[in-house]
């Protein structure tokens, strides 16, 4: 049984975590990506938080929401995984428009394209339109990658060593937790850290948005990098929403059109600060 077959069988069950009983923000729109489900990188009971603590209009799954490339090689499926896509595909069931589109690592659906799984939508790309007029151009953004696109045995060699970093980073912040500290990425340090890979992030978001620019929309929202940024280049405004493996963000789009990135690992910090200041109040 493939892994889309098998991930298929496992939504008649019940979550193993239920939905939180707490007040929704509302946005227009959310884009999530590179959540990279089948991976013990993956920040499920964070992503479950936030997917528990916000509702939209529209939802963008902007690719690398499922890790085939991992899954291939050794199956990892624990029920925090299963939880993620039975609150997505439950969204689509409430009436929010849930639109997916793959990435490199789970390119087997992007045979797909075109058709509805479950209320989602597959999509190769899309065009969005904010709330004040604006077009979007929507893509994972790994066809910018050269690194992916022509030379694939490196794509697979680079992500075995990022594998290897997100084991430590799991070691990492298991030790924080002990402690009660809050989440800390190390992959996330070390790229800020090292020259060629805050390069390689430049050159790719100048390229995403050169390419928007080509295609004559006012913007384009992207993944792939697992670096969410808001950034002008001329006319065009980049966005890209970041991941749930290193920085746990999401891109947000307000009723007015206003965009912003939503740093979940704060959010979270916030909230229990404000819950033991509250708590210390009513001693």
Not at 16 to 36: F, G, K, L
Request: proline share 2%; with cysteine.
């Amino acid at each position: 049984m493939n892994a889309i077959t098998r991930i298929a069988a496992a939504q008649g069950s019940r979550p193993a975590t239920p939905e939180a009983r707490r007040q929704r923000r509302r946005y227009r729109t959310i884009w999530v990506s590179d959540i990279h489900l089948g991976t013990r990188g993956c920040n499920a009971q964070m992503l479950i938080d936030f997917l528990d603590s916000t509702d939209s209009e529209t939802m963008y799954l902007v690719g690398d929401i499922i890790d085939g490339w991992r899954l291939k090689r050794s199956w990892y499926w624990p029920s925090a995984h299963n939880d993620i896509v039975w609150r997505v595909m439950k969204r689509a069931k409430r009436g929010t428009r849930v639109v997916f589109i793959p990435g490199n690592h789970d390119e087997m659906f992007r045979q797909y394209s075109g058709m509805t799984f479950g209320g989602i939508e597959i999509r190769r790309s899309a065009i969005h339109e904010t709330a004040d007029g604006r077009r979007l151009m929507v893509t994972h953004g790994d066809e910018f990658d050269t690194v992916v696109m022509c030379h694939r045995w490196l794509a697979f060699a680079g992500d075995f060593a990022y594998e290897t970093l997100m084991r430590l980073n799991v070691v990492i912040n298991t030790v924080r937790q002990w402690f009660d500290l809050p989440y800390w990425s190390l992959s996330k340090h070390a790229k800020h850290k090292v020259k060629n890979a805050v390069e390689f992030i430049s050159r790719f978001e100048e390229a995403v948005a050169h390419e928007a620019g080509e295609r004559g929309v006012d913007g384009v929202v992207c993944g792939h990098i697992h670096t969410a940024e808001i950034r002008r280049f001329g006319d065009i405004v980049y966005y890209n929403d970041g991941d749930w493996v290193e920085g746990c963000t999401a891109l947000v789009e307000h009723f007015d059109g206003r965009m912003e990135v939503l740093h979940w690992a704060d959010e979270i910090a916030a909230r229990r600060q404000g819950a033991t200041a509250a708590a210390a109040m009513a001693a």
